[in-house]
């Protein structure tokens, strides 16, 4: 451990590391019955409900490559929840939106975190939630700046 990271510092990067996978464990568990992934819900939000993309912007957003973008968006067209429309900035970047069956298995979804949301912080005072997330945001902001 570096003189720079004291161990306080540490122990906030490890406890974000382990809540990020904990909650991508219950995001997963949660989907599963609904034969879709943690990819998947995360495109399909960004398309609810009745926004419009290509790949690349979608990327852009998740802050991901474009081939894992495309295969997730490709995964979505096989399942039946998003169709392809014509892009006209750019004929060969189709815009991805969900159908009418993305935006009802996203409603569930939506339904399911809910649920899951309330009650995993309901135990947690406002004030405390205010505060985590203006550490956590001023954390992004300086990764966002190098």
Not at 116 to 141: C, K, M, W, Y
Request: overall charge positive; hydrophobic content about 40%.
């Amino acid at each position: 451990m570096s003189a720079a990271l004291d161990k306080d510092t540490y122990q906030i990067i490890w406890l974000v590391r382990r809540l990020f996978r904990a909650l991508a464990l219950e995001s997963n568990e949660m989907l599963e019955d609904l034969g879709i992934s943690v990819a998947d819900r995360a495109v399909m939000e960004f398309l609810y409900p009745d926004r419009q993309l290509s790949v690349p912007a979608i990327a852009a957003q998740y802050q991901v490559s474009r081939q894992h973008v495309q295969a997730t968006v490709n995964s979505l067209l096989e399942a039946g929840l998003v169709a392809t429309r014509e892009n006209p900035r750019h004929r060969r970047s189709p815009l991805i939106a969900l159908n009418a069956s993305g935006r009802k298995l996203f409603d569930r979804v939506s339904k399911r975190e809910a649920k899951v949301i309330d009650a995993l912080f309901s135990g947690i005072p406002t004030r405390e939630l205010q505060h985590t997330r203006q550490t956590l945001q001023s954390l992004l902001n300086e990764l966002s700046r190098e």
